[in-house]
């Protein structure tokens, strides 16, 4: 049976849920033994982020409790960051992402993160505080309804959480409105490399939420973006991602479907 938007929406509400309200001391990246996710299976989430790209002095300029060891990959290392711009991030989380943009977009610029679980924009807006990060703006809305003024923003970030929404297209349509012209989008995401078995892509509890079976094919990624508007599309799948990915689902083989990707495109 299909799932609702609706369904899939309220299972990864509350599945991140869960991992917002993690104690900051705790060793897991958010899954239990029996879970699965994009923190991959790993209990060091430095170590997670670290095999995802991210260098060790990104990792202590945060503050304790920002990284949640989730994600694929680093949209830090293509979004090529200038001082002074704004940037959103789609699917904050606790605010990894958008504490290394304000470092790089400086006083000048500003930071919005966007995220639709209300215990998530709780502790991004904490480790703010922690960080005095000011030039940053944690807001609650779906990345579908995004919270931001048209023709706002100058880099779009995202890493790991597009797969997640039921209704892609739809938060493409609103990443090119809230883009300036000449905006960018700098996402890492997976990418569906072959068809998924059934049992995989209705489980709901297992692997939507565990950004597996809500991942698209790299073409009907390029078709998103080319009928919202976009141009200058880069959709780069990443097979070194196979190592980690393969621990999402360990024993399943999940690999074999998916593989982690950056993609990039201008309005």
């Known amino acids: 049976m299909a799932l609702s938007k609706d369904q899939i929406r309220q299972n990864v509400r509350n599945r991140y849920k869960q991992i917002a309200l993690q104690d900051v001391s705790a060793s897991s990246c958010g899954c239990a033994s029996s879970d699965v996710g994009c923190c991959a299976t790993q209990e060091n989430k430095n170590d997670v982020s670290e095999q995802l790209g991210y260098s060790t002095d990104e990792l202590n300029a945060v503050p304790v409790g920002a990284n949640l060891g989730l994600g694929c990959g680093n949209p830090q290392a293509i979004a090529s960051l200038k001082p002074g711009e704004n940037v959103l991030d789609l699917g904050s989380g606790g605010g990894f992402d958008c504490f290394l943009a304000a470092r790089q977009v400086g006083d000048n610029g500003m930071v ?15 480790n703010a505080e922690k960080g005095s990060f000011s030039r940053v703006d944690f807001r609650l809305g ?3 309804h995004l919270p931001v003024a048209d023709q706002s923003i100058d880099v779009i970030l995202s890493n790991c959480v597009v797969n997640l929404s039921p209704d892609k297209p739809q938060v493409f349509k609103e990443a090119f409105r809230v883009l300036k012209k000449g905006g960018r989008l700098a996402i890492s995401d997976v990418v569906l490399t072959a068809e998924l078995p059934e049992e995989i892509k209705n489980d709901l509890d297992v692997s939507y939420s565990g950004c597996v079976s809500g991942a698209s094919s790299i073409n009907d990624l390029q078709h998103m973006l080319e009928q919202n508007g976009f141009a200058q599309i880069e959709i780069k799948p990443k097979d070194e991602s196979k190592s980690f990915i393969k621990e999402w689902l360990p024993g399943v083989g999940i690999d074999k479907y998916i593989v982690s990707s950056t993609i990039q495109a201008v309005k």
């Open 112 to 126: 919005i993160g966007v995220d639709m679980t209300p215990e998530m924009i709780s502790r991004a807006r904490s």
């Open 142 to 144: 779906e990345i579908e």
